[in-house]
Structures are given as structure tokens and as C-alpha cells.
């Protein structure tokens, strides 16, 4: 792949300059700007296929982290014996923050600091990672918002059980975005010091700690709230009819026993207080686990399921074929990731991020691309493009707690954490890298080149996004709900929420352009 240092040339034909970049082969310096703008979107949109299809495995070794549990010795009172009780390993909110936001949010953090090890030794941090999260944020509190809302059964109404865990949430990561405006252009204006992206990147800790202490209700430090509402099994059992073949049970992935349970433990299952369901699960032996392996690139080249056998529809059929055909490489490349029964998911987990990483590197490689051949700015692609794509396990994650949780805290506790770990993580941790580099090489702070751009985006997200907390609010208080209800109102309010993020990237792209 070639480097994305050099410069464009003039080309009198075309009247404009010609991109000499290219991204496998050089002669696609020769082909048209609008062929290759094509075909680099086309990539672009391909890899966020890619990280589509990594995402399922990724959430799936997720459930496996946060479903573990740990033997506890207990005396039972009526007949003074020894009795071993299962507790989860994860408070449910330190899970949320950390795992579900983390994990969901990884794809944009990673491509932030890709963007900032590519520019190590630049006086100037690079414009795409600060772009991506700005948007990503917006991205996650308007069109998965406007998503959840409406993924409720008609008539359905999820609400908030612990609104004090809720408003820690919330005011970390509205302060985030405070934070990120003062020290942008009031406390040291159009430049990052050293201290600055520490204290960034510290403030995560103390969003963890507050956030645990509100969950534990400890003294003084915590919101007089009740948490009210909150039932014994957060998410309700779902059992899936799988495809069974002889003495085996083969499932989308792999092939296991027969009489292994079915049911869904999904990454939300830190909720749920049925941890002995978590214990029947047994892991496979070696043997078995090769299998496994096995099974995943046998799954990665199968283009018709058994499933898709019993459709009636031919034209059906096929689209999935050719959609399984399409997918192939990815999956193909993804059946390298470890068994997700292995270490109680950890190894499949680290693996995915591993993948979720180098898919952010080719992508960030494609906007530089994009950028030569259009013109059009590289923040307008982050702001817009590669955040809608990255933030793709944000929506999903999301989605499913919005469809399999009784409440609505985890769907909306994924959007407010996800927006504070972008800040405290995804920009921090990438302005750590280069300002302390720059503070041992040169002594002098990190320079950012869009700083004016950036901080008057940060002012339109904040201003939309008390609009969108405005309609939680105003659902709460008439529906007793911040998801689901009448369709006419939750559609109603996906609409509006959908026309905030729509005003955010219009007004943003035109300040960038120098229109406004």
C-alpha cells in the first residue's frame, strides 16, 4: 500500500491537480478522479462490511467475558451448611462502561490513534481521529436514539430504572464535550499540552468510579436517587431452534453437543441474575474446540444454510447466497479468531480487536484517498462517512438491548458511555501519544489545525443534544417512558431526533467548507 506522503501535480488536461496517491496499484494514478473516487468509496464501503461481520464474533466473545462467575462459600442459616453460591465477576455498570462502550466504541478509537502514531513527530495532530469520535458522538446520541426508540413493540414502553446511575452517565459525558471546548479554545486555545491530554484521559477513571459509587449508592458521593423498577432477570430468557444434523447441533458458528444448552446468554447478561444458567454452560474439551475451529471456516465458505433451504422464495435464495458471497473473504479472514469458549472469551475478544484495528488502518488509508481524488475535506469524511461506519457496533449493541431488555437502561447507558470514552479515551489517548512525544523531542505542545472547525462542532452537538435529552425527558414525563410506546409518538420522535443529527452535519460540514 503505498505511503500518503507525497504530493499531487498539476494535470493541464484535467484543469485541476492529479492525486499520485494510490492504494494497491500505481497505475490507479492513471485512472479518472471520479473512477477512482468511486471505487475508493465502493472500498471504504467495504470495509465497514468487514467490521459488520466482525462485530457478531466480537459481541460473542463479549458474552462469554461478562457471563462469568465466581464459586462464593455461603452459610445457609436454616442448616448451619456450607452452601457454594455463583456471583457474576462484573458490576452491571462498570460492564456497560467498560466492555459494552469500550468494546462498541473500539473501531473509532482505534482509527484516532492510527491517525496519531501516523503522526508522531508532527508538531500538528491529524484531523481524521478528533473528526471520526465528534461525529461518532452525534451519530450515537440522534440515530440510535431515533433507532431505539422505535425497535419496541407497538404499545411496549421501556424506561430508565436507575435514573441516578443514568445522570452520572449523562453529565460525564456532557462534560466531556465541555471539557474538550475549554481546553480548545479557552484555556490554551488552538493547542493540546501534555497536562491537558493527561487530565483528559484521567477523567475516564473518574467517570468509572462515580459511575460505581452511584450503582453502590455509597455516601456523600452518590445521588439521594431510589433505583426503582429493577427486576430480578434483567433479560428474559430467548431460546433459538437450531439446525440439528445426526447426534449434532450445528448453529451459525459452530458444531457442538446435542443436549447443550440453547439459550441465549447475550452481552447483556451481566443483568441478569440467573448465574447458575451461566455455569451449565460447559466448556469443550480440546478436541472439541478444534472442531470448533474447524467449523468456523468450513461456516466462513458455506453460502446456503439450512435455513435458507426452507425458504420458499428462489429470488430470496439467492440474494442471500450472493450476500454470503460477498461476506466470504471477510468471514474467510474472521475464522481465524479463536473459539470465543476458550479463557471464557478473553483470547476470541483481544483477536477481534486485533481485526477491528487493522480494518481501521486500511480505512484510514481509503480517506486519505478520498480526499486527494475529491477534494472534499478530510474532517467532512470523518464527521459524516467514517462515523456512521465505525460507529456501526454502537447501533447494534444498542439495538439489542433496546429488543431483549425489559428496561432501557443498557441501550441508552451504550449511547452516553460511548460518547464519554470517544472524549476521555478515543481523543485522549491519541493526544497523550503526540503530546508527549512532542513534549520530549521538541518541549512544545501538540498544534490543532482544525481547532476552529472542531469547536464549532462541539457547540452544535452540545446545543442539539440538549434538544435530544429534552425529548427523553418530555417522554418520561407524558409516556412514563424513554422507548417504545405508540408508534405514531415513537416514530414522531425518531423523525425529530433524525432531523437534530441532520442539522448538526450540515451546519458543521458548511463551517468547515467556509461557508458559514
Not at 468511486?38 to 461481520?53: D, E
Not at 452525534?138 to 446511575?165: N, Q, T, Y
Not at 490543532?448 to 464549532?456: K, T
Request: aromatic share 14%; hydrophobic share 50%.
Amino acid at each position: 500500500m503505498a505511503s500518503l506522503n507525497s504530493s499531487s501535480t498539476w494535470d493541464s488536461n484535467l484543469g485541476h491537480e492529479r492525486c499520485l496517491f494510490y492504494f494497491i496499484f500505481h497505475f490507479e494514478t492513471k485512472l479518472s478522479h471520479g473512477l477512482r473516487g468511486f471505487f475508493y468509496f465502493l472500498a471504504l464501503a467495504y470495509c465497514f462490511v468487514g467490521l459488520s461481520a466482525i462485530t457478531d464474533r466480537f459481541f460473542r466473545s463479549m458474552e462469554n467475558v461478562v457471563k462469568h462467575s465466581r464459586a462464593v462459600e455461603q452459610i445457609d442459616p436454616l442448616t448451619n451448611t456450607k452452601v457454594i453460591k455463583y456471583e457474576k465477576v462484573w458490576n452491571y455498570t462498570i460492564a456497560d462502561i467498560t466492555l459494552l462502550a469500550f468494546g462498541t466504541s473500539f473501531p473509532q478509537i482505534s482509527l484516532a490513534t492510527i491517525d496519531a502514531i501516523r503522526n508522531i513527530g508532527s508538531l500538528t495532530a491529524g484531523g481524521l481521529g478528533p473528526g471520526t469520535l465528534v461525529g461518532s458522538a452525534a451519530f450515537d446520541l440522534f440515530p440510535i436514539h431515533a433507532v431505539c426508540v422505535v425497535v419496541p413493540k407497538a404499545g411496549e414502553l421501556k424506561r430508565i430504572s436507575d435514573i441516578g446511575v443514568w445522570l452520572v452517565e449523562l453529565f460525564w459525558s456532557f462534560w466531556a464535550y465541555i471539557w474538550l471546548y475549554i481546553i480548545l479554545k479557552i484555556w490554551t486555545p488552538n493547542v493540546i499540552t501534555l497536562w491537558e491530554a493527561l487530565l483528559t484521559v484521567a477523567q475516564f477513571g473518574l467517570l468509572l468510579i462515580h459511575a460505581y459509587a452511584q450503582d453502590k449508592r455509597w455516601p456523600y458521593v452518590s445521588l439521594p436517587m431510589t433505583r426503582s423498577e429493577r427486576p430480578e432477570d434483567w433479560v428474559p430468557e430467548e431460546k433459538i431452534a437450531p439446525y440439528r444434523d445426526g447426534n449434532k447441533t450445528r448453529d451459525n458458528y459452530s458444531e457442538v453437543d446435542e443436549d447443550r444448552n440453547s439459550i441465549i446468554v447475550d452481552i447483556f447478561s451481566i443483568h441478569s441474575a440467573n448465574t447458575e444458567q451461566c455455569r451449565n454452560d460447559t466448556i469443550p474439551q480440546k478436541d472439541d474446540l478444534l472442531s470448533v475451529w474447524k467449523m468456523q471456516f468450513i461456516d466462513a465458505l458455506t453460502l446456503e444454510s439450512p435455513e435458507s433451504k426452507k425458504l420458499n422464495s428462489k429470488s430470496l435464495r439467492v440474494a442471500k447466497a450472493l450476500w454470503k458471497l460477498v461476506l466470504a473473504p471477510w468471514r474467510l479472514l474472521f475464522a481465524f479468531v479463536p473459539p470465543y469458549q476458550i479463557a471464557n472469551g478473553w483470547i476470541a475478544f483481544i483477536f477481534s480487536l486485533v481485526f477491528i484495528s487493522g480494518i481501521a488502518y486500511i480505512v484510514t488509508k481509503i480517506t486519505d484517498l478520498i480526499s486527494c481524488v475529491t477534494g472534499i475535506n478530510a474532517y467532512i469524511i470523518a464527521l459524516t462517512a467514517l462515523a456512521a461506519g465505525t460507529s456501526w457496533p454502537d447501533l447494534v449493541a444498542s439495538k439489542i438491548a433496546a429488543e431483549r431488555q425489559i428496561t432501557a437502561d443498557s441501550a441508552i447507558a451504550n449511547i452516553t458511555c460511548s460518547n464519554s470514552v470517544n472524549i476521555y479515551i478515543g481523543i485522549g489517548v491519541p493526544w497523550l501519544i503526540d503530546t508527549l512525544y512532542n513534549y520530549i523531542a521538541y518541549k512544545k505542545p501538540l498544534r490543532i489545525e482544525n481547532a476552529a472547525g472542531l469547536s464549532f462542532s462541539l457547540l452544535i452537538f452540545f446545543a442539539t443534544s440538549v434538544g435530544c435529552i429534552g425529548v427523553l425527558v418530555f417522554r418520561r414525563l407524558t409516556l412514563g417512558a424513554e422507548l417504545g410506546g405508540p408508534r405514531h409518538w415513537a416514530w414522531l420522535t425518531s423523525f425529530y431526533l433524525m432531523l437534530l443529527w441532520l442539522v448538526f452535519v450540515v451546519l458543521s460540514s458548511l463551517q468547515v467548507s467556509n461557508i458559514i
